[in-house]
């Protein structure tokens, strides 16, 4: 709710609610007031009107005691009554004159109907109205009359109010007893009066409801003779006068004692004295002051109708009324104006919170507010320094928002520039890898279609590619070991040491070429099996040469192993073979040599000797060379040796051979007194045997060859320098090649395997070595070869 | 004089070797197997054995071995002469005690008479 509305709503609550209050307060009050007063005024008039109705008929009692003293009455009245019948005699008609006179007199005066006087038989004798004479009592006033004479021979007697049977008006009687001056009871007089006055008199209507009522019980219980009069059994208040409100009511109308209207009437016909508010005889609801008038046995109320009682305060209702709702509008007013007036400032306020909020900063604060001393205007003075302050930030920030967004639209530009590179890099790298991906399919499928085992590694070492020859050799599914180092599921081991074999991969992946696996290298199978496996590890390089991984190629080699051993057994067989009977030929020729010989079979047996010679020396090569090729690579058993005794040892045994061509052997003057390398002592002096023996052969008559050594860093050079027959240039490339001999061998008539030199090459790189020449046909060769450092 | 014991299956070259070695002023005897070699071995005690290899029923390099280790054999020298030329032979032969390796084909019994000389002198 809106702070005006709310305050108007206090404001009207404020004020409203104890006008309320007080007007309702007022009016119960004025209410009680009223009523209060009332009955007072009522009681009052009630009191009033019963000495009224006393003096009403005491007066009549007076006016009789009065009467009935007078000289004309006690004198003349007996005289007619014992005259009655003579009227003719002159004591009556004087007697008569005179008392008509008075009589007359009084009637008119004190508004009699009739004054009678009757005998002590109930006749009356006398009569205002001469038409009641010479009748009884009786027969003019029935019981009434009678009771009326009885009581008035003892004393002055008032009848109550009744209603003539046959004129239908309401009067009483009033009797007296005569005495005469001799003090004897001539009669009665019985006063007939109208009760027009008596209504009169108790007839009192008052403001505009306002009543007296009389009334008489009537009781057929009680034994009241009236009571058949009106035909009603049982107790009743009979109404005696004319009612405001039903002018034929007297006489007539009644209420049933105990019935529910009419209380007060009731109550006071039965002795009550009191007030109250009941309804009447019409069924209203009146304020009614009751009493009995015990004299008269009537009945007395004197009542007002609520409504005309209660007027004053329903008028006052309607006034307070008016008032209240010209209150609540100048209130209404009233708070309007006070409201706005104390929530202007707020609400100028909310608006330019409302405007703040918005994030209009450029707010004006009205002075008024600003100025005022209450909180108000503290609290628009604190909120205008604290939008000052904010204006200043926000100038701030947004300066540096300025500044940052520069920067970041240039790097925006930048990153949209970027964006499109990638863009571009994308479609390109997508065409790349449609095209590898179709390289991948085919690769994959001759990988899958190779005869061999492979498997890739990535520069992690782990599995990518794991083909089905792979899978067959090694037991293993692809699917168990892509995705693992392969050092976990692949074990390749020495087949002596059982030492894991790895570092041909490793080497690979590092020096990016073809590294060989060593020889006896076994795959140690799923179901824990062994086979003998061999092949290589070569790096794969990206395309800008980075490596990236491994290629592993490997076959079972079992079954060449096993052909490796039938031909190294076949060899060792076929060696014991052939050398034995080779052996025998050797030494009986020799024995034979040693008996006594013409010259022509000496020569023919030395003949036989020489090619003997030589086919020991092939088969010895030949033995050499099969070793080499069944790839038992010359287990090279290393020990560290001194070379330099070795070559001194071979010299001293080629000496011979070179005296016969008086050829100097020398060893290089440079050459240290010793060097120990870590080499294969045996297979080391067939190299020097051979290049020694070949420098022999190929040298003319009375050549010099020299051995030597050179120390380098890493590696130690020998050579075996001759100054023989050399190698034809065009042909230098074949030298090492197994059974070549050069075309100029010829010149020195040697005969040689042509093997020599392959079975050098291959011990010397057996040792991690290499082996070369210099040579010029007809100046010499020089042959070089090198040991590493270990 | 001294004794010499030649052990070898080949008849051939058995007897080649110890009409060398008889020149050579030796006395001889020969055996064909490993197990006769041990036999004359024990029973003759020779002052130098030439032990060849490839033999039935013991080879070379047990007998070498069963050699040594009799205290009563094991100084006598022993010179292998075989066709084998595999270096694993020659270095266990050598590990063995055996005082030379010699391959038949690459020596004339003047060589091996010679070596057998040397050793002895020794």
Known sequence: ?790 | MSKILIVEDDNILSKAIETALKEGKFKTMTAMDGEEALIKAREFKPDLILLDLIMPKKSGEEVLEELKKDEELKYIPVLVTTVKSEDASISRCVELGARGYFIKAQYTLDEILEQVKKVLAE
């Open chain 1, 1 to 790: 709710m809106k702070l005006q509305n709310k305050l108007i709503f206090s404001f009207l609550t404020i004020s409203l609610v104890p006008l309320s209050l007080t007007a309702l307060l007022s009016y119960s009050n004025i209410k009680e007031a009223l009523v209060a007063s009332e009955v007072i005024s009522l009681e009052n008039n009630s009191v009033t009107k019963e000495n009224k109705i006393n003096n009403f008929f005491d007066s009549f009692c007076n006016e009789l005691s009065v009467v009935k003293e007078r000289f004309v009455v006690r004198n003349d009245l007996p005289v007619i009554s014992r005259l009655k019948d003579e009227p003719n005699q002159p004591e009556y008609i004087r007697s008569r004159e005179i008392v008509d006179a008075q009589m007359q007199v009084l009637a008119r005066e004190k508004d009699i109907n009739s004054i009678i006087f009757s005998d002590l038989n109930g006749e009356v004798v006398y009569s205002t109205d001469p038409a009641l004479e010479k009748q009884s009592i009786n027969q003019l006033h029935s019981e009434e009359g009678m009771e009326v004479f009885e009581k008035s021979l003892v004393g002055i007697y008032l009848s109550d109010i009744s209603m003539h049977p046959e004129d239908g008006r309401a009067h009483f009687l009033a009797g007296a007893p005569i005495y005469d001056f001799s003090g004897i009871l001539a009669g009665v007089i019985i006063l007939e009066i109208d009760a027009e006055n008596f209504y009169l008199l108790a007839e009192d209507n008052f403001g505009e409801t306002g009543e007296a009522v009389v009334a008489r019980r009537i009781s057929t219980a009680a034994g009241n003779y009236h009571s058949y009069k009106y035909n009603k059994d049982g107790d009743y208040a009979l109404y005696l006068a004319p009612l405001r409100f039903d002018p034929e009511a007297a006489f007539r109308r009644v209420i049933k004692i105990g019935d529910s209207i009419g209380e007060p009437i009731q109550k006071a016909v039965s002795g009550e004295t009191g007030s109250g508010i009941y309804t009447d005889y019409r069924g209203e609801e009146v304020l009614a002051v009751w009493r009995y008038l015990p004299e008269n046995h009537l009945g007395l109320v004197v009542k007002m109708d609520k409504k005309e009682l209660l007027e004053p305060a329903r008028q006052m209702a309607l006034a307070l009324f008016v008032f209240s709702i010209v209150s609540v509008i100048t209130i209404l007013l009233l708070a309007l104006m006070l409201a706005r007036v104390i929530s202007r400032p707020i609400v100028g306020l909310t608006d330019i919170a409302k405007k703040i909020g918005k994030g209009d900063l450029e707010v004006k604060f009205d002075e008024r507010l600003t100025f005022s001393d209450d909180e108000i205007g503290v609290l628009a003075k604190t909120l205008a320094v604290s939008i000052a302050n904010l204006k200043d930030v926000k100038q701030n920030l947004e300066d540096r928002v300025l500044l940052r967004t520069n920067e970041l639209s240039l790097e925006n530009k930048k990153l949209s520039e970027a964006k499109i590179a990638m863009a571009n890099l994308l479609e390109d790298l997508n065409s790349e890898k449609e095209i590898l991906f179709k390289e991948k399919t085919r690769n994959e499928a001759i990988l899958t279609g190779i005869g061999d085992g492979v498997f890739v590694l990535d520069k992690e070492e782990k599995v990518i590619l794991f083909n089905p020859v792979a899978e067959k050799i090694s037991g293993f599914s692809a699917k168990e070991v892509i995705g693992k180092e392969y050092s976990k599921v692949l074990k390749l081991i020495f087949e002596d040491s059982g030492e894991i074999n790895d570092k041909f991969i490793k080497d690979a992946m590092i020096s990016g070429k073809i590294v060989k696996m060593a020889n006896h290298t076994v795959l140690i199978k799923k179901d824990g099996g062994r086979v003998p496996v061999a092949d290589s590890a070569a790096s794969i390089k990206d395309k800008n040469g980075r490596i990236f991984g491994c290629v592993v190629v490997f076959r079972d080699v079992t079954r060449e192993r096993e052909i490796d051993k039938m031909k190294t057994e076949f060899v060792s067989v076929a060696s014991h073979q052939l050398r034995t009977p080779l052996t025998g030929i050797k030494w009986f020729t020799e024995l034979i040599l040693k008996t006594k010989l013409s010259p022509k079979i000496k020569d023919y047996v030395n003949q036989i000797a020489i090619s003997n010679e030589r086919m020991v020396r092939l088969v010895g090569d030949l033995l050499n060379v099969s070793r080499i090729e069944t790839g038992k690579k010359f287990e090279i058993i290393l020990k560290e040796v001194d070379i330099i005794s070795i070559v001194k040892n071979i010299i001293k045994e080629q000496l011979s051979a070179a005296e016969q061509k008086h050829i100097s052997l020398v060893c290089s003057a440079d050459a240290p007194r010793e060097l120990f390398l870590q080499v294969d002592e045996l297979k080391i002096r067939q190299v020097f045997q051979n290049l020694l023996s070949n420098a022999i052969k190929y040298s003319k008559e009375k050549a010099l060859i020299a051995v030597g050594c050179q120390r380098k860093k890493s590696e130690v050079v020998f050579f075996v320098e001759d100054n023989g027959i050399g190698i034809p240039k065009h042909q230098q490339n074949q030298v090492f090649s197994k059974f070549f001999r050069a075309e100029n061998v010829m010149i020195v008539h040697t005969d040689g395997t042509g093997l020599g030199l392959y079975i050098v090459k291959a011990i010397v790189e057996a040792h991690g070595g290499k082996v070369w020449f210099e040579s010029e046909e007809g100046k010499g060769t020089t042959f070089f070869f090198s040991l590493p450092i270990k």
